[in-house]
Nanobody
């Protein structure tokens, strides 16, 4: 059974940092693209960042988090991380880990086959 389990969320003040972790199990993800998405109340789930290891670590970020968030991972251990710095109230959302084999655009939710349950991140002003 494939599982993606997020951890590391919580409440932080504006300007603070959090590190999210995602542990994937149940199959091999060595060739997969691992991504983070988020969904704020009343809004659609949106792309945050993604990484794969084809020919080295390749990353992609949403413009809204570029320069503040860093995605990384341990491909051998099926783990991916999201270091979030300089957090803003607008970063408040449920964050989801996802895994897939995108053939078009890493930012599309439909490109990801597996999803975690999500974890709450709240940034207070």
């Amino acid at each position: 059974q494939v599982q993606l389990v997020e951890s590391g969320g919580g409440l932080v003040q504006t300007g603070g940092s959090l590190r999210l972790s995602c542990a994937a199990s149940g199959r091999t993800f060595s060739s997969a693209t691992m991504g983070w998405f988020r969904q704020a109340p009343g809004k659609q789930r949106e792309f945050v960042a993604a990484i794969n290891w084809r020919g080295g670590a390749n990353t992609l970020y949403a413009d809204s988090v570029k320069g503040r968030f860093t995605i990384s991972g341990d491909n051998a251990k099926n783990r991916v991380y999201l270091q979030m710095n300089s957090l803003k109230p607008e970063d408040t959302a449920v964050y989801y880990c996802a895994a897939g084999w995108p053939t078009t655009d890493w930012r599309y939710r439909s490109e990801y086959a597996y999803w975690g349950q999500g974890i709450q991140v709240t940034v207070s002003s």
